[in-house]
């Protein structure tokens, strides 16, 4: 077997010739880069041979000393460009960006997708990317999440929306600054590629307090209420970038009541409040979105209350908080407004699949703690999860995979399948946790919730998951009721680090539970 040195230069050499060869077929289609928006200090990127414009972001990141808004962030970066097969990547990086070529890896790593890095520059400061068709790829030069790059591509646009439809807000390349935008019924919110929609409302509805400082809590910039057939599309970006430097917390939208709405292929970043929570939404498509935020409370996607039909798929997440999670919640925190109290119910029909996570604080998808309604009919399938480098443990709630309802509401008939976890830095015990305890992350006990029952949770399946390099090697299963609140709790084919899952794996406390396909020690 060739040492890793010949297997590079090897690599390396394959590289160069299919580069030589780039000019054949059709070319990438590459964005204008938005004056005024921050260029990646650590990434030139051509595709194709052309240039493509690598923004720049943060992510949380524990070991960095640089804090913003109280908080560890360290260098991010991600680009935008479409494709329709067999892209030619050349990656330009600082010297000492890469330390090991060997270490070097695209995720997801299923793909087979092997970076060639240029051996006869010791800077190891080139790198060639064979990329076959659209999808999302990181680019991940240490293999622990150090200055990453998401490549974010899509097929090329068969069609645009008719810039002079007056039922259609087109915003061409560059830089669009709103304190407020108000979509209707039957609007459509085009964003082209290279377009950043910033959002900055200038009106605030209160303070939080988060990390040991105060930030003014900014009102929702982009509302959805009450609306049908709306659509936010496109190669663009809707960001919320320079907010915690102003010492200020957003969500970029505001949704409530919406029937046949469909977020389709744009990017959002540095929202420092939940990303997309949906109250009251029927007949929802979340398709291609990217999210990327790096504060604490901006979770990523969720069906907050009264939802059904909800499909999340092809979506990727690296964030700073819950990822692709649900609740059902029956107020707002104690607080329901009569004329809101329509918004609130069960949460029933959601699927979310090909999906990829990143998540660097709370877990990567279930459900989480506010379930005083009911949620039922769900699946997660086919999600691979890159990245979990949480320190926020070892909470017995939280895990690679959670469900963790309080507020007395039922939680049945979900799936769990197909999911792989490549990489885990987190300081989680459990690698899945069922627990219906009153209490959260936070707080000992919640006291809205002290006069509730402990949540049933049944019907649950986990079937085909495999967590790769995890120290979290226990399954938790803890029912705080009285009864057989857990129960038809199944684990089919659920490997632990290569090993398959036995009874010796699961810490149990009045749980009904099987495992199939796995050895009974």
């Not at 420092?272 to 901006?298: H, P, T």
């Not at 107020?331 to 979310?352: A, H, T």
Request: glycine share 6%; charged share 25%.
């Amino acid at each position: 077997m060739k040492n890793s040195k010949d297997m590079f230069t090897t690599i390396a050499a394959s590289a160069i010739l299919a580069l030589s060869l780039c000019g054949c077929g059709k070319k990438a289609v590459v964005f204008p880069a938005p004056e005024g928006v921050a260029k990646s200090e650590h990434y030139d990127i051509c595709a194709d041979g052309q240039n493509v414009f690598a923004y720049a972001t943060y992510r949380m990141d524990w070991n960095s000393k640089e804090k913003i808004a109280n908080s560890p962030a360290a260098p991010l970066a991600f680009c935008i460009f479409d494709f329709e097969k067999d892209a030619n990547v050349e990656l330009k990086l600082p010297k000492g960006i890469i330390k090991n070529p060997s270490d070097a890896v695209v995720r997801p790593l299923a793909l087979g997708i092997k970076p060639a890095v240029d051996l006869s520059n010791p800077n190891f400061d080139r790198v060639s990317l064979s990329l076959p068709r659209p999808n999302n790829y990181t680019f991940d030069p240490r293999g622990d999440g150090t200055c990453a790059l998401h490549i974010f591509t899509n097929a090329p646009e068969k069609s645009r929306p008719d810039k002079n439809d007056p039922n259609v807000i087109y915003l061409g390349a560059g830089v669009h600054k709103i304190d407020k935008m108000k979509l209707d019924s039957n609007k459509t919110l085009y964003l082209e590629g290279g377009a950043v929609l910033l959002c900055s409302p200038k009106e605030k509805k209160g303070i939080y307090k988060v990390n040991g400082i105060e930030l003014n809590n900014m009102k929702d910039p982009i509302t959805l209420v009450d609306a049908e057939n709306v659509t936010i599309c496109g190669r663009g970006i809707i960001s919320c970038a320079g907010s915690l430097q102003r010492g200020e917390r957003m969500t970029p939208f505001r949704i409530r009541g919406v029937k046949n709405l469909t977020l389709r292929d744009i990017a959002i970043i540095e929202a420092s409040e939940w990303n997309v929570s949906l109250y009251g939404a029927k007949d929802v498509l979340i398709d291609g979105l990217r999210i990327l935020s790096y504060y604490v409370n901006s979770d990523g996607i969720c069906p907050t209350s009264n939802c059904d039909n909800i499909l999340v798929k092809n979506c990727f997440i690296h964030n700073a908080d819950d990822a692709y999670e649900l609740k059902a919640m029956d107020s707002y925190w104690g607080s329901k407004p009569k004329s809101e109290e329509k918004y609130f119910g069960d949460v029933r029909n959601v699927i979310f699949e090909n999906c990829q996570v990143w998540n660097d604080l709370a877990i990567t998808m279930g459900v989480t703690h506010e379930i005083g309604h009911n949620i039922e009919n769900v699946a997660f399938k086919n999600i691979t999860v890159l990245h979990h480098t949480s320190v926020a443990g070892p909470y017995p709630v939280r895990g690679h995979i959670a469900i963790f309802p309080a507020g007395g509401g039922k939680v049945s008939n979900m799936l769990f399948e197909n999911i792989v976890l490549e990489n885990d830095s987190s300081k989680y015990k459990h690698c899945i946790v069922i627990n219906n305890t009153h209490g959260d992350s936070w707080r000992k006990n919640t006291p809205r919730y002290d006069n509730r029952p402990h949540s049933i949770v049944e019907n649950i399946t986990f079937r085909n998951i495999d967590f790769k390099n995890t120290k979290a090697d226990k399954v938790g299963l803890f029912n705080h009721g009285k009864s057989d609140e857990i129960k038809n709790i199944r684990f089919e084919n659920v490997l632990i680090n290569g090993k398959k899952l036995t009874e010796k794996n699961i810490e149990n406390r009045g749980a009904k539970f099987e495992i199939s396909d796995s050895p009974q020690n």
